[in-house]
């Protein structure tokens, strides 16, 4: 054995059993996750709900919301801030779209700032054959008439029904 690489005194009997208790320090029991997942048949991504989350839920009919506390793996119910229910009792999940409107404004914006630079090109540039056209308001009133029709026409809610094709299930990773 190298003597220069040894530490003095020490014996490799002692550095395994202290590299040995520094790896068991770390295995800290650690509480894994209990989750809510949507699986869809034929697919092997699923959408996972975790406690806190806000669901908004159809149930005999009606449109519930309520933010999970607690996910009851062995009874397979969702303990809610008002009520529990049943997972097989839940129709469908009903999420709110918020792109709409962001975007429907963001072309309305394109179809502003076209005129504003058609506008400033004309007053800048003294070339003939680079004025303000038709074409130009055209482009601006379809941008901001679809950017203004867009949260409109889009609808406010995507709902996902569960039934043969999706179904709801609790997940418990704890061992």
């Excluded at 008439?145 to 179904?167: D, N, Q, S, T």
Aim: aromatic fraction near 12%; glycine fraction near 8%; charged fraction near 20%.
């Amino acid at each position: 054995m190298n003597s220069r690489h040894a530490l003095p005194g020490i014996s490799k009997g002692l550095i395994f059993s202290f590299f040995l208790l520094m790896q068991l320090g770390f295995c800290i029991p650690v509480e894994a996750q209990v989750f809510m997942q949507i699986e869809r048949s034929g697919r092997p991504k699923a959408q996972r709900i975790y406690p806190g989350e806000v669901i908004q839920y159809r149930y005999q009919g009606q449109w519930y919301a309520g933010e999970i506390q607690e996910l009851l793996f062995d009874v397979n119910m969702v303990v809610l801030t008002r009520h529990t229910v049943r997972l097989s009792d839940i129709e469908a999940l009903r999420y709110q779209r918020r792109w709409p409107k962001p975007v429907g404004s963001q072309i309305a914006l394109f179809g502003l700032s076209w005129s504003a630079w058609a506008l400033i090109g004309t007053a800048t540039d003294n070339e003939p054959g680079l004025d303000y056209r038709w074409s130009d308001a055209a482009v601006t009133a379809t941008a901001v008439g679809a950017g203004l029709a867009l949260p409109a026409l889009v609808k406010k809610y995507r709902i996902v029904e569960m039934g043969k094709k999706r179904r709801l299930r609790i997940l418990d990773l704890n061992f």
